[in-house]
């Protein structure tokens, strides 16, 4: 369920974001008014700087350098089948969601974006996506025509009033929401959005007679069709790149000195009495490997390794060993492992993966089919005209 702790993220980096700036802003109004008092006797000279400084921008979107009326802006549409009320998403949760990847990424330096001018666009795709992204729940919502519960209500009230809860008084909490540039009304879209996606994913893939969720025989069935489980030893392009011997070899030279590596590995692997304790012998002892942490190998399905490491591995019979199989990552051996006995022992792990699995591809096709339309400021926008 990895989309709703994404979005668990996002929500609590909202709510620290409302403590911060109170804290932040609380400190430094204590500052301005300890500033007043001992300087009130030098007003001109103050009045004189502060004439000749740039003055702060709001929080806001600006383009062109004027301030734009952002209280019903919508900034995003989402229409599509079996989505009968378009969903909007309102500017002041673009702008959150800009800032906080601006903030995630450590973008906020106006010195970078000077020298990057270029990467803004790159950024602001990658806000689109995550905005984006965001709204499955709402789309799920209405395509299955899921509603919220009374206690999911509650819920929602309760998180809220835990919020507010957690200042000192109501006054702090709601000059915390101003000081940050986030309305209540934002919090609370947010958090509602949270909720509403825990519940359209137990009604689809969580609970029991959840509409879309396998039977345990079908699930198995998946798991034994569609998985694969191997050990795999990986000897990287660069593999020698820090023995003293090749420090001035070129890459050419590093990368034939790996598979020449791989070679010898795969000749004295095949000259074993026993391959898989050979392969996996190998593979724990690479530091290029990561066997260490998968000690029982790996067990995957399609699309979650490089292409050329995955299809190796599928073609595989049980118990057969591979040739030097080379992916972008280097040199690979790979034997294949049975996966029945390994899967009825380790099945509620393996079982809440698969859905896991399933239920991410559903809301990516679902969100592919859908036709997402932008505010004309949309394209204008340029770094510095979200505040």
């Known amino acids: 369920m990895n989309r709703l702790l994404k979005l668990l993220a996002f929500i609590m980096a909202l709510v620290i974001a409302v403590s911060c700036f109170a804290s932040c802003e609380l400190s430094s109004s204590s500052e301005d008014d300890s500033s007043d008092s001992s300087t009130s006797d030098s007003t001109d000279d103050t009045d004189s ?83 984006e992204d965001n709204q499955w729940g ?57 909720v509403l996606c825990e519940r359209v994913y137990q009604v689809l893939y969580g609970d029991d007679g959840a509409i879309l969720l396998e039977s345990d025989e079908e699930i198995k069935e998946g798991l034994q069709n569609d998985y694969v489980r191997v050990y795999h030893v990986l000897i990287t392009s660069d593999h020698f790149a820090d023995d003293e011997e090749y420090a001035d070899a070129t890459d050419e030279e590093l990368q034939a000195a790996a598979l020449a590596y791989a070679e010898e590995i795969l000749a004295e692997i095949q000259a074993s009495d026993d391959i898989e304790a050979a392969v996996y012998e190998y593979a724990q002892d690479a530091d290029d490997s990561g066997m260490v942490d998968n000690e029982a190998g790996y067990m995957f399905t399609y699309g979650d390794m490089v292409d050329d490491f995955e299809e190796a591995s599928f073609a595989l019979e049980v118990g057969e060993l591979s040739g030097i199989v080379e992916s972008v990552y280097g040199y690979h051996i790979i034997y294949r492992l049975e996966q029945d006995e390994y899967i009825e022992e380790n099945w509620d792990d393996l079982k809440s993966d698969y859905i896991s699995i399933k239920f991410n591809n559903y809301v990516d096709e679902v969100l592919a089919e859908c036709t997402m339309t932008y505010s004309e400021y949309h394209d204008q926008l340029e770094y510095g005209d979200i505040q």
């Open 138 to 194: 709402a789309i799920l919502a209405q395509m299955y025509d899921i509603e919220l519960t009374d206690e999911d209500y509650e819920t929602i009230e309760e998180v809220m009033q835990e919020e507010i809860d957690s200042f000192d008084s109501e006054d702090e909490f709601y000059y915390a929401l101003e000081a940050s540039g986030i309305s209540y009304d934002l919090l609370e879209r947010v958090v509602t959005q949270s």
């Open 49 to 131: 700087d502060s004439d000749s400084e740039t003055e702060t921008l709001s929080a806001g979107l600006y383009i062109d350098g004027e301030k734009i009326d952002t209280d019903d802006l919508v900034m995003l549409t989402i229409t599509g089948e079996g989505i009968d009320e378009p969903i909007e998403v309102m500017f002041d949760e673009y702008r959150y969601m800009y800032m906080y990847l601006l903030s995630y990424y450590g973008l906020t330096d106006d010195s970078y974006w000077e020298d990057n001018e270029e990467l803004f666009e790159t950024f602001m795709t990658i806000v689109d996506y995550y905005v």
